[in-house]
């Protein structure tokens, strides 16, 4: 699944408890993050046991299902000594907390949101899953308790985020009167089709939202002149094509820049930790990308500063093309320190991208377009057909302030209209 994965979630069970397979046959389905794997059987046998069911999400390294496989002298081996002690635990995971006497979760998430733990000491594990799937204490607090004496239990989070997080934007109880207080409205969504999410878009909505809530956005714009670029592309790509074998698009391009940008800027680079800033070392260039399906995927060029545009065009190309079959892995996606968006590619002028987190910032491409520009020349001042792009950066201004994020997207600029239009591929 790749080195950085920590846990997967079974989408579905493709052999059933006592049905045989052969070596190789797919036993189940995995996702981990926006990718979802295949897991083959490493030898004939039969299906014992499984441990966890669809939709579990379960850590790198623990023990989901019992095979007996089927050895050279036709003997059968249990390949699995944890039958016992594991179904305990996932029992604890799927039970469901009895409402207490005096309403439902729903009936507590009226207009006041009290707080519906009386105590709110919460256990290293509990802190740990809400760190994990973004639960803030006072989230947690609105939960309901089924453990001794109000103690949330596992199994109580575990529940509450399968029924939809009901109190995930809660607004603390305020005293003061006067204080303003979030209405609750009942909108009226109208009447049509309803396309329920799959699991990708639901993850997109909840980075998507959590992103907005957590780091304050804030956008700057610049136009830069593209048109040095533009024409020694359109020069270049077809010989680029017959000496390497891959497409010269302005993707590689723009990851070549934005990269020696970044080294120039390293602030830029950066996640927040608490009260810390961690600036990256590595400068792995994410690119936004449409899958077929239409949900979004970022594929990462990893050390982009360190590679030249050959390489860079073959990184690019290929994380492409995986894309549009859905065979990104795991490690393809993970690692991203800067993000890119060509929002160009769909024809819009501009865009005002939500940061990826934990990243600090993230920079919109728009669509290069030809227009009359009015150019300083040893004549004067002359009018003439340019082509012409907006970047658009939006970064967390936690960390990132004017200066530095104005800085960094007009070096990004700079670096597309300075392009040595004599550059050799």
Do not use: C
């Amino acid at each position: 699944m790749g080195e950085s994965i920590t846990e997967g979630t079974i989408i579905n069970w493709l052999i059933n408890e006592g049905d045989s397979f052969e070596e190789g046959d797919i036993i189940l389905e995995v996702a981990t993050d926006k990718v979802d794997n295949e897991v083959p059987a490493p030898k004939s046998g039969t299906l014992v046991k499984t441990l966890f069911k669809a939709k579990d999400v379960v850590p790198v390294g623990q023990v989901i299902a019992v095979l007996e496989v089927t050895t050279s002298e036709s003997k059968k081996v249990v390949t699995s000594s944890a039958v016992e002690t594991l179904p305990k635990k996932q029992k604890a995971t799927q039970q469901k907390p009895q409402p207490k006497s005096g309403g439902t979760p729903s009936s507590s998430s009226s207009s006041s949101f009290s707080t519906s733990n009386s105590n709110t000491f919460f256990s290293p594990l509990i802190q740990k899953i809400a760190k994990e799937q973004h639960i803030s204490f006072e989230e947690l607090a609105r939960i309901p308790a089924t453990g001794h004496e109000g103690r949330l239990r596992k199994s109580d989070v575990f529940n509450y985020i399968e029924d939809g997080r009901p109190y995930k934007f809660a607004q603390p109880v305020t005293q003061d009167p006067t204080a303003y207080r979030i209405p609750q409205l009942k909108f009226d969504k109208g009447k049509g089709k309803i396309i329920e999410m799959d699991r990708m878009r639901q993850m997109i909505a909840d980075h998507m939202v959590y992103s907005k809530h957590t780091s304050p956005h804030v956008t700057a714009y610049v136009e830069t002149d593209m048109t040095n670029m533009v024409n020694w592309r359109n020069a270049n790509k077809k010989a680029f094509e017959e000496k390497y074998g891959e497409r010269l698009t302005f993707t590689p391009l723009f990851v070549e820049a934005v990269a020696k940008a970044v080294k120039d800027f390293p602030n830029i680079n950066a996640s927040v930790d608490g009260n810390n800033i961690i600036v990256k070392e590595d400068i792995n260039i994410g690119m936004a990308t449409a899958l077929p399906s239409g949900n979004l995927i970022v594929p990462v060029v990893k050390n982009a500063d360190q590679k030249d545009l050959k390489t860079l065009a073959q990184n690019v190309n290929d994380m492409a093309n995986k894309a549009r079959e859905n065979k990104l892995g795991g490690d393809d996606i993970k690692g991203s320190t800067f993000t890119i968006s060509n929002v160009g590619t769909f024809g819009s002028v501009m865009g005002t991208p939500i940061i990826n987190q934990p990243e600090v910032a993230i920079l919109a491409l728009g669509i290069i377009k030809k227009r009359a520009e009015v150019m300083e020349t040893e004549k004067g001042d002359e009018i003439a057909i340019r082509s012409m792009m907006y970047l658009s950066l939006s970064f967390d201004h936690r960390v990132v302030d004017g200066f530095l994020g104005g800085s960094f997207v007009r070096r990004v600029a700079d670096y597309f209209e300075q392009f040595d239009i004599n550059r050799e591929i």
